[in-house]
């Protein structure tokens, strides 16, 4: 499906979501989105974790969370048998709840940052069936070529992610932690949005 987003006096052409192979079974492929942790050291400072959800037994929903527990955007990632394999595809949508209305109409009108969205969505998937680190360079594919033409500088490249990937996880465990205690107070009442990636809950539990 071809979608037409309009950028001020010109047309962005954005392709919907393009199926991508992988030899792994569906079941491996649902369990490791599921258990997947979002890069926030590249999502940036407004995104501190995410929720995860299956609506059904061939989808996986990655809601992209902010500071106030609130949905910022979501991953809708469809995985279906492909021979031995699957074949994945991930479509960036607007969050449910109080931002959708609002996300809406940004994912619309910032074409540039969408196209990037989407090559990150990619490479959070990739990375999660793969069982490696997101790579800081996905948005960059010329210089992850020319990084890893080099073996030297493709090892420090790898032990960035890693290092990358354990303070991203490390954040968003004692964000979730705060969160779910109330806060620092001892009469703040808990409470529990349902953060982690590890959790699935069902729809009906969002923030609405």
């Known amino acids: 499906m071809m979608l037409a987003v309009p950028l001020g006096g010109a047309l962005w052409l ?16 649902l369990t490791s989105l599921s258990n997947a942790t979002v890069p926030t050291h590249v999502l940036g400072s407004h995104i501190k974790g995410s929720r995860v959800t299956r609506p059904d037994n061939k989808t ?3 809601a992209l969370i902010g500071a106030d527990g609130a949905e910022m955007m979501r991953f809708v990632t469809t995985v279906k048998a492909d ?22 109409k940004a994912m619309q009108s ?5 196209a990037l969205m989407e090559k ?24 992850d070529a020319m990084i890893n033409a080099d073996p030297r500088m ?6 960035a992610n890693e290092a990358a990937a354990m303070m991203s996880r ?11 205690s109330g806060g620092w107070g001892a009469n703040t009442p808990k409470r529990d949005i349902g953060w982690g990636t590890n959790t699935p809950r069902q729809d009906s539990d969002w923030p609405q």
């Open 170 to 180: 490390m954040e968003q465990e004692e964000f979730r932690s705060a969160d779910q």
């Open 110 to 114: 910032q074409a540039y940052t969408m």
């Open 83 to 104: 021979g031995e394999g699957s074949s994945v595809s991930t479509e960036i949508e607007p969050p449910v709840g109080k931002n959708a209305e609002r996300a809406a």
């Open 154 to 159: 493709k090892e420090q490249i790898q032990q």
């Open 14 to 29: 954005g392709m919907g979501p393009a199926d991508e192979h992988y030899d792994v079974p569906p079941v491996q492929v």
């Open 60 to 62: 996986v929903v990655t």
């Open 120 to 143: 990150l969505a990619q490479e959070h998937v990739d990375a999660a069936i793969e069982k490696r680190p997101f790579n800081l360079l996905a948005l960059n594919p010329a210089g």
